[in-house]
C-alpha cells in the first residue's frame, strides 16, 4: 500500500513536469532494461532508457521479416550495441562519418547542431562491438558510401543522422529496399524539424503512415 501510495506521488509529481514513469515488470523487460543501464554507463547513447527499449522492441519484431539491418548515425556505437545483441544472425551494416554531423541546410536548426558534432573513431567503435558477428562498417557520407549495399533488401532500417539532407537521403535509398513488413525507425522525429520535415516530406504520397512513438522516434512499417 505505500509502494502504492509513494509511485502515486511520484507520478503526479512527475505528470507536473510533463515527465512519466514506466514500469517494466516482467523478467524479459527487467532483463532488457538492465543491459540499456549497462550501455548507457559505459557509452555516450543519446537515445533514452524508453527509446532504447522501443529501438530492442522493433529489433525482435522485425525478425520474421527476411532482410539485413542497417543503422545510420552510429556515432559511439550504444543503439548499435542493442542491435547486435538481439538481431539474431542477420547482417547489420552501421553507416557514420566518424568525424561529426556534415554541413547544415537552411531546414535544420544551428541553435540546436552543428557541423563536426557528435564525432567518434571508428576503431573505437569497432572495438566496442568486437564481440558481435556479421557487422559492417562504413566510413563516410552515406550518400557517398551507400552503394556498397546497393543490391540488399532490408528488414529493419535505424535512422539517427538529426539533419534534414541526411534523413532525406537515407528514406530515398531504403524506402524501395525495404521487404514488406520491414521497419524503418527513427531518433529525433519530435525535436528536430529537419528530421520532421524530410520524414513529412517523403511520406506525403506514400500508403504508410508515420507512426509517432513516445519520446523523439517515429517509425513506418513498409506495406
Do not use: W
Not at 525495404?178 to 529537419?194: A, C, L, P, R
Amino acid at each position: 500500500m505505500l509502494k502504492s501510495i509513494i509511485l502515486k506521488f511520484i507520478n503526479f509529481t512527475l505528470l507536473k513536469k510533463n515527465s512519466i514513469i514506466i514500469n517494466y515488470n516482467n523478467s524479459n523487460q527487467k532483463k532488457v532494461m538492465s543491459f540499456i543501464k549497462n550501455i548507457k554507463s559505459e557509452n555516450d547513447m543519446a537515445l533514452s532508457f524508453n527509446e532504447a527499449y522501443q529501438l530492442y522492441m522493433t529489433v525482435k519484431n522485425s525478425h520474421k521479416v527476411s532482410g539485413v539491418i542497417a543503422e545510420v548515425g552510429t556515432y559511439k556505437g550504444g543503439s548499435s550495441k542493442i542491435i547486435c545483441e538481439y538481431k539474431g544472425f542477420k547482417d547489420l551494416h552501421l553507416f557514420d562519418t566518424f568525424e561529426g554531423l556534415p554541413e547544415l541546410t537552411d531546414k535544420d536548426n544551428p541553435n540546436h547542431f552543428k557541423k563536426g558534432q557528435y564525432p567518434a573513431l571508428l576503431e573505437d567503435v569497432k572495438r566496442y562491438l568486437k564481440s558481435y558477428e556479421n557487422v559492417y562498417f562504413y566510413k563516410g557520407l552515406f550518400n557517398d558510401r551507400k552503394m556498397m549495399i546497393n543490391y540488399e533488401r532490408f528488414s529493419l532500417v535505424h535512422l539517427d543522422v538529426d539533419l534534414y539532407e541526411s534523413t532525406k537521403e537515407c528514406l530515398e535509398f531504403f524506402y524501395d529496399k525495404m521487404n514488406k513488413g520491414g521497419i524503418i525507425i527513427s531518433h529525433d522525429y519530435n525535436s528536430t524539424k529537419g528530421v520532421k520535415k524530410a520524414f513529412d516530406d517523403f511520406f506525403i504520397d506514400k500508403p504508410e503512415p508515420i507512426i509517432e512513438l513516445s519520446g523523439s522516434q517515429c517509425l513506418i512499417v513498409k506495406i
